[in-house]
């Protein structure tokens, strides 16, 4: 899947979750979408990883800082 | 050891001396000698034992998952994490609540009459254990998922768990922010030193020149509340809250300030949490240490397990639109709470009034959310607004206030009791309402108390901007001076202390 296919499908995902069309880009931070708190943060990975059919430990779950950094996520996910 | 005896103060600036003058490789362990002294004069020298215990089933369990986890043998893996789990968790739950499961007991069996009431506990603690505890479950599941390597060492171990600093009150380190810092050594620095000292002496003024004069008017009312009700309540309520973050984090100030001098930095507490919008928010910058433990090693590793999961799939059956994914979020949230409420202390006015209470807040102001929008909405109300903030900022501090009532009290009953007097508005005479502006202070202490808080909101507006210590550090000498003098001498002319003054030790002290 490629980097534009991964963020048109995580662009859907965080319609669902979060109850509105957002223009992702890598630099994206949970301080630039409202109602992303912790507690929905947990709720978009759980989200993400059913979307994607994806498994993500909790290693990599606490250093997902920005947009950017979950799709390089799912992408490396992706690869194995 | 009492932070504030002179013991201390001598003890301290002594072992600054020596861990500075001896080689780097060995300063780890002069600071695990200076922990076992602070360990043995702080608390009953025998609980150390417990202690003890929890360092060598972490360090072998420790040990133990990363040997299985490089095995392939996950099962092996889990084996020692949960075994590591159980004994640590295991001593603090019989140290800390077996007097509160005993006590439930006995009520049951009082009202059903089926056995004798079970004569209640007199174990003791040692010092820091709710701290401590929670940084091995931490390490222990940090070394299990793979983001950090166990220490080998048992003594190193000891010291990650028990640096004295850390004891009194926190703050929760994590081994992987904390292992270079403890165990590589550091080159003296005056930086280091002069700002870890100033920054203790700023923790010191909270507590001994505004934290101990709080007391006082707060123990005044909430020590006869069938004499005192209405407004003195609140006006308690509202000092009981500065009471707490100016003991709570004058304490923390100490602790990282005396650890910075080691040049050992350990996380921050509080955020100016009195600035917030939220009681959520208020919670982000409120013991910040404890809120992020219990994101990261209870609310996300429960929401990923697979029961957690099907209750989402069943939600999303039975409910519809937001419900569906509101009512699992709030069920997580519901079990931090109760944790949070719990982690106080075992007793039904931590549940309720530090845990339920605060759950409560956030779950209504969520699902009211909507509403509120649109109301604010049809008035026009700019959300970015000073004056909007302001009226926000105060509705969290009554809300807060109002919970740590139920920490104050000396129990639920007495609680719900002083908040019902609050209630009450008959009438008084002007001899009843004359004390509302000293509140058991003379006119002098009230207006040192009242300087103290301007001081306090002056640097917290100051350090919205960035570092205050930084921001001194700029100046010329002569008026750095003049602020370290002010300081140093408000501490020791208006600090209440010494003979005939018995400080109260910190209130998070022995959690």
Redesign the interface.
């Known amino acids: 899947m490629s980097r534009k296919q991964i963020y048109e499908k995580l662009a859907d995902v965080f319609e669902d979750?979060f109850?509105q069309r957002i223009a992702l880009n890598d630099r994206i931070t949970a301080r630039d979408v409202e109602g992303w708190?912790?507690?929905?943060h947990?709720?978009l990975?759980?989200a993400v990883e059913d979307e994607f059919g994806v498994k993500m430990?909790?290693?990599s779950?606490?250093r997902l800082t920005n947009v950017g950094a979950m799709v390089d996520l799912i992408e490396e996910l992706l690869a194995k | 050891m009492s932070l504030f005896s002179l013991l201390f103060f001598c003890a301290f600036v002594v072992s600054i001396g020596i861990y500075y003058l001896i080689p780097k490789k060995y300063q780890w362990v002069a600071l695990l000698i200076y922990s076992a002294g602070f360990f043995y004069l702080s608390c009953n020298p025998a609980t150390a034992v417990y202690l003890v215990i929890s360092v060598i089933s972490a360090a072998l369990a420790a040990k133990m998952i990363h040997r299985c986890k490089a095995n392939e043998n996950d099962k092996y893996a889990r084996l020692a994490l949960i075994t590591g789990l159980v004994i640590n968790l295991g001593i603090l739950a019989a140290l800390k609540y077996t007097n509160f499961l005993l006590s439930n007991l006995n009520s049951l069996s009082g009202v059903l009459k089926v056995m004798p009431a079970i004569p209640m506990t007199e174990w003791a603690a040692p010092i820091g254990i709710s701290f401590y505890t929670m940084q091995i479950i931490a390490y222990l599941?940090d070394v299990y998922?793979?983001?950090t390597e166990p220490q080998n060492n048992v003594a190193k171990a000891a010291l990650f768990i028990g640096y004295w600093p850390q004891l009194t009150s926190g703050p929760i380190a994590r081994y992987n922010d904390m292992k270079e810092q403890l165990y590589s050594g550091h080159e003296f620095s005056w930086r280091n030193v002069t700002f870890g000292l100033q920054r203790m002496l700023w923790g010191l003024f909270k507590k001994l020149v505004l934290s101990e004069r709080l007391a006082v008017m707060v123990d005044m009312v909430y020590s006869d509340t069938a004499y005192f009700n209405g407004i003195y309540i609140w006006a308690a309520a509202v000092m009981f809250m500065f009471q707490l973050y100016t003991d709570f984090s004058g304490c923390m100030d100490i602790i990282i300030g005396a650890s910075e001098c080691y040049g050992i930095v350990l996380p921050e507490n509080f955020r100016r949490p009195f600035f917030s919008r939220s009681v959520?928010e208020y919670w982000q910058r409120w013991h910040i240490t404890l809120g992020t433990w219990l994101?990261?090693y209870v609310?996300?590793?429960l929401?990923?397990t697979r029961k957690w999961?099907k209750l989402?799939q069943k939600t999303g059956k039975k409910f519809r639109g937001?419900a569906a994914?509101q009512i699992?979020?709030y069920l997580?949230?519901l079990v931090v709470w109760l944790l949070i409420g719990l982690w106080h202390g075992g007793d039904w006015k931590y549940i309720i009034g530090m845990g339920l209470w605060f759950f409560g807040c956030i779950v209504l102001s969520k699902v009211l959310d909507p509403w509120f929008k649109k109301a604010k909405d049809a008035l026009h109300i700019n959300a970015d607004n000073g004056v909007w903030h302001l009226i926000q900022s105060l509705r969290v501090l009554l809300l807060v206030a109002i919970g740590n009532v139920f920490f104050r009290l000396d129990s639920l009953e007495a609680a719900l009791h002083a908040l019902m007097q609050g209630l009450i508005l008959e009438g008084h005479d002007s001899y009843y309402y004359s004390k509302l502006w000293t509140l058991g202070l003379n006119e002098s202490n009230r207006n040192v108390l009242l300087i103290g808080l301007l001081i306090l909101l002056t640097v917290s507006l100051l350090q919205r901007k960035g570092s205050v210590r930084e921001l001194i550090a700029r100046q010329n000498i002569v008026i750095r001076w003049i602020i370290y003098f002010i300081l140093i001498f408000s501490v020791i002319i208006l600090g209440r202390y010494g003979p005939g003054f018995d400080a109260q030790a910190f209130i998070y002290q022995g959690f």
């Open positions: 979750v109850d708190d912790s507690l929905t947990i709720i990975i759980s430990d909790m290693k779950v606490q | 599941l998922w793979g983001i959520q994101k990261d609310l996300y590793p929401m990923r999961k989402i937001k994914k699992p979020s997580g949230m």
